[in-house]
Structures are given as C-alpha cells and as structure tokens.
C-alpha cells in the first residue's frame, strides 16, 4: 500500500470503528445520526445488535461498494475498524453479546478481575499501550508482514523473492549487502542494484563502477553474503528488442539503445576474430567465450568498448537489448531505418604482407574512417631492400648499356679496318658471314640492356607497391597482425 492510499486506509478504519456505537445517543457518531441512534437505542439497546457477528457482517455488507470501485484494500481497513470496536469493548467489565441475538455475553478476559471498566484509568492506560503497539507495528503496512520477516532474516533466498517481486509489480531494485569475496577473500558491503536473479539464493548486482557481481549461497557466486536485504527502489518500464546480426559489425547493436535509461546485452554471435577478455576472477563475466561464439549475459556498452569488442564482426547472431527507464521518461530510440530502407553494408577484408614495424607502418588503426586512395601502410622495411636492389638494377642496365655502346664502337672500328685493308691489297673480300656475327653480337648486348631495364622496372614498381592505400572508402573495423602480415578489415556501403 503506497502512502496516499495508507492514509486513506488509516482514516477509513478511525471511522469505521465508531460504527458500532451508532446504537447510543451519547456518542459522537449518534449525535450526527439522532434518529437512526435513537431508534436503535429504544429498539435494541446499546452494545447488542451493533456489536455482534450479525451487526458487523450488516455493516461490511454496507462497505460493499468499496470492492465495486476495486478498493479491496480500503475496504479491509473498514471491516477490520468495525471488528476491532466489538472486540475491544469485549475487554469490558460487561462483554458484547458476540451471537446476538444470543444473549450470552462474550469477554476477553475470562477471569473479571483483568477487564476494565468504562472511562477508567485502566482504560486509558489500555489506550496507551495500544498506541505504542500501533506506532511499532505501523511499518508493516508499509513492507507486510512477509517483508518484516525479510528484514529480520537478510538471508539472499528472502532478497531474491522480493527483487521477483518488485520486478514483477514495475520496480528496480536496491540491495544493501555485506558479504566476502570468494576468491581474494575480501571484505565487501555498499547499496548496489539488481540486475537480475540467477537462481532462487542468487542475485547479479552492479557496481557503482557498472561491474557485476553475483551474491548469494551458492559455491559459484562471487560474493558469500552474510546479510542482504532488497529495497523497492523506483518504477521502471522495460523495452526488449530482439535483433539478427549477419556479417555486420557489432558496434551495429549500439543503434538500438535508447537515449534514456539503461540498457543490457543478452544473446549469442558467432565470428572468426581473435579476442581477449579481461575479467577479474571476483567478477561477474558479463562474457563467455566459446569455440568461435561469444555469449553475453547482460553486457554493456561499456563492457563492449572496455574489452575492445565492439568493431568484431558477427557472422551471425542473435542479441536481445533490454533497457530499463523511468516511466516519466519518454522513450526516444534512435533513428534506424527499416530493414528495407537500410543501404547495404559489405565488409571487406584485405591482407596486407612484408609489415615488420606495426607501429611505424601502419597508419590506420580501428573506427578511424578513411577514403578512397588514402594511404593505410608502408612497407618500409620492404622499400629499403628494394632501393638496394633498385641500386645493384641501375649499375647492371649501366654496365650494359657500356657494353652495347662498346660492341657497336668494336664492331664500326674493326669494319673500318677491314675497308683500309681491302684498299691497300685492291681486293674487295665478301665480308657478310662477319657482318652477321656483328649483328648478332649487337642484338645480344642489346637483349642483356632490356633485360636490365626490365629488371629495373620491375623493382621500381614493388617500390611503389610499398605504399599500400585504400581500395573503398569506409570504416576501420579491426586490424590484427600476425608474423608479417596484415588483416584489415573495411566497412564499406555496397552500391
């Protein structure tokens, strides 16, 4: 019962207990009601009829349209008025006429000496100590009689019952706890919320640093509580939205959280990227790692960028986001677009070899955003060993180029020769056979300088090949080297 409605119940049951002294002239409520109390007196007399089982079922039929307005509470408050008046004046000296119309008198006490007197010091002495027993059990209208046992045992199984509880009439919930961690034996306490229930003795709780915690009597639990009590803290609605990964990134799951409130991961992907977790061994895994799965059991976005798992790729899965606000919030999700109207997006994944300095080569790394044509990588050490081969190319095209340039001297030079001393004997002799073995030494000289500069040119272009850019335009989703070689994988929007 919230505390407007107590009042209200409170009051109700004030009034409903000067029902029954409607049958005097003398009391208050008689005076208000003179004919009705005046007729009743001269009729039955006082304490007869109106303090009986038959006058109190007459008087809770007439609170009957309480439980038509669907107040069974307020309507509990008055019968229970009404019956409190009989039973204490069965604490007189002359008892109430319980059976009416049975005249035999019922009395609380049997023994006459311990029943008191009307508008006697007993009396009023009686009252006091009613009213202290009221004020002390006045919280139980407030947490019941099931949450006034709660409080006394603080045992987890008392905890779980009322975080289902509170979970299931609309409220988060607060846990004040003292306990001991298991595996480093630490003494913790605080007022952490509930996150959930894993068992009837178990309950997940976050830490102000948004850590979890589970605490409670079993083995397995982070926390071995020595008390713990749940408090209803404030309503909270719930809003779950179930979504289907494939091939996308898993950062996509942040288009799904509300503005307001807090929100929580359940669910499963499944992927070929290497990943680390990082849990302490008193902490509650918000992740389990299986062979190529990852499960969450209420993840954050948090606990996603902490452990560098947001830009993994999803080749399937299926995560439920559920998030918690007030209900005096009003609810704004982001602006995704249907799946119809969404652009495609197409991951693409490209190696990268010959990388030896990561950090001085690489010089992109994950959620940064590039262009088409802008540079990723240098293969620098991969350059150097080339210059030199550049190097040893050029003096080798050099030295042929020498060469050639000898031969075609060698060879003009022993054909002027040849001329001077066909003059000298005026003999002209058929010199072909020479001047084809002349040819075919130049084409040889000439052949070694193509090749040379082939050679050459094959260098320069791995040269320029060490600068490695980007085939599309897109996000950095994850970089991961092993030995020399590069993975880069790209997020680009297909077209």
């Known amino acids: 019962m919230n505390a407007p409605l107590a009042i209200v119940g409170y009051g109700t049951s004030i009034l409903a207990a000067l029902l029954p002294d409607i049958d005097t002239s003398a009391s208050t409520l008689g005076k208000l009601f003179l004919p009705v109390s005046t007729y009743l007196e001269r009729r039955f007399g006082h304490r007869t009829i109106t303090h009986s089982l038959l006058g109190w079922s007459m008087f809770s039929i007439m609170g009957l349209p309480l439980l038509i307005l669907r107040q069974k509470q307020i309507y509990l408050c008055f019968a229970l008025g009404v019956f409190s008046h009989i039973m204490l004046d069965a604490v007189n000296k002359s008892g109430v006429p319980l059976f009416y119309p049975h005249l035999i008198r019922a009395v609380i006490p049997k023994n006459e ?14 009252l006091a100590v009613l009213s202290v027993i009221a004020l002390l059990v006045l919280p139980l209208g407030r947490i019941g009689l099931k949450g006034a046992l709660h409080y006394l045992v603080k045992i987890p199984q008392s905890a779980v019952s009322d975080y289902l509880s509170n979970s299931a009439q609309g409220y988060s919930t607060i846990v004040d706890f003292e306990g001991i961690l298991n595996i480093s034996q630490k003494r913790v306490k605080g007022k952490w919320l509930a996150v959930n229930s894993t068992s009837r003795n178990s309950l997940i709780l976050e830490s102000p640093d948004a850590r979890k915690y589970s605490i409670g009597a079993n083995p397995q639990d982070n926390i071995r509580s020595l008390r713990i009590q749940s408090f209803r803290l404030k309503p909270v ?25 807090r929100t929580y991961f359940l669910g499963y992907i499944k992927t070929y990227d290497k990943f680390n977790l990082d849990f302490s061994l008193d902490e509650y895994p918000a ?103 550049k190097k040893e190319q050029e003096n080798r095209l050099s030295i042929t180029q020498a060469e ?14 040849k001329e001077k001393e066909d003059e000298l004997l005026k003999d002209k002799r058929n010199l072909s056979s020479s001047k084809q073995l002349d040819e075919i030494k130049i084409k040889e000289a000439e052949a070694r300088v193509d090749l040379a500069r082939s050679d050459l040119e094959k260098v320069q272009k791995a040269i320029n090949a060490t600068n490695i850019y980007s085939p599309a335009s897109g996000k950095v989703l994850s970089v991961n080297m092993q030995n020399t070689t590069v993975t880069l994988r790209l997020l680009t929007k297909e077209e």
Do not use: C, W
């Open 113 to 126: 000496r311990y029943r008191i007197f009307t508008a006697s010091k007993d009396e009023y002495v009686f």
């Open 237 to 261: 609605k719930v809003l779950t939205q179930e979504i289907s990964l494939i091939e996308q990134p898993l950062s996509d799951v942040f288009n799904f959280i509300p503005k307001q409130g």
């Open 287 to 389: 992740f389990k790692k299986g062979v190529n799965r990852l499960d969450f059991d209420y993840a954050t976005k948090e606990d996603l960028l902490k452990h560098n798992l947001a830009n993994i790729l999803a080749n399937e899965g299926r995560i439920l986001v559920m998030s918690f606000y007030s209900p005096k919030d009003k609810i704004v999700l982001p602006n995704v677009p249907a799946a119809s109207e969404r652009t495609p997006s197409k991951v693409t994944t490209f190696y990268i070899k010959d990388i030896y300095n990561a950090d001085k080569e690489l010089k992109v790394k994950p959620n940064d955003f590039v262009e088409k044509g802008q540079l990723l990588a240098t293969q620098d050490e991969k350059k150097e060993q080339l210059l030199i081969q």
């Open 404 to 417: 050639l340039e000898k031969a075609k001297i060698q060879i003009k030079q022993d054909s002027q020769l």
